[in-house]
Every structure is written in structure tokens, then in C-alpha cells.
């Protein structure tokens, strides 16, 4: 591992805290996915994106949970499906787990 990326490069990095107010299956993904609405507060809005989370999460246990995502990157075509902001997880195979905050926090919060 090298330690190349500065401070300055991190920052430029936004993380945010949003809550999921929508989950619906993505069919047309090639993995099986979910497509996500996360409302990230006043400031950033709502944003859409699809997350391969099945195997550890259903529908119902997403609504209204917290989440830790990207919202800076470029929007991405995903099949039929614009994904608007990444929402981070840590990754062992196939499980992919949620980063989410300890407890709950205003959504919007900065990730530093």
C-alpha cells in the first residue's frame, strides 16, 4: 500500500450522511441490485442509486435506515438506471455491509 494521496486529494472527496426513503428491485441490473432513494437533507437533496446489497439486506430493512455515501462523483448509467451518488460498504465476496453512523445524525452530515 503507498501513501500518495494527500489531504488536499481526500477532501475533495464528499461523503455524506442520508436516510433510504425508497427501495425497489432492479431487474435489469446484471448483479442482483436494489435501486435506492437516500434523502441526504437540504443542502444536497435526494439522490437515486443502485446498490448489489441483496444477499444481506430485503427491502423492508433498508426504509429508513442511515447510510454513508459518495455524492461528488460524475452520475452513472447503470442498465436503464441513472445512479446519482455511491453508497459505501465494506466488502468481503459477494456480502457487501452498509457504513452507516454509530447512532443517528441530521442527514447531510460531512463524513471526514
Do not use: H
Not at 23 to 50: H, M
Not at 61 to 88: H, R, T, Y
Not at 99 to 107: A, D, F, H, S, T
Amino acid at each position: 500500500m503507498t501513501n500518495d494521496l494527500s489531504w488536499s486529494d481526500f477532501e475533495k472527496v464528499e461523503m455524506r450522511v442520508g436516510t433510504i426513503i425508497e427501495v425497489n428491485d432492479f431487474p435489469e441490473a446484471r448483479n442482483p441490485s436494489y435501486q435506492l432513494l437516500i434523502d441526504f437533507g437540504s443542502d444536497t437533496g435526494q439522490r437515486k442509486t443502485s446498490a448489489q446489497i441483496t444477499l444481506l439486506y430485503s427491502k423492508e430493512e433498508l426504509v429508513g435506515k442511515q447510510v454513508v455515501a459518495v455524492v461528488n462523483f460524475p452520475k452513472k448509467q447503470i442498465a436503464n438506471f441513472m445512479s446519482e451518488c455511491l453508497v459505501l460498504g465494506a466488502v468481503e465476496g459477494k456480502n457487501v455491509t452498509l457504513l452507516q453512523p454509530g447512532k443517528e445524525v441530521q442527514n447531510g452530515l460531512r463524513i471526514l
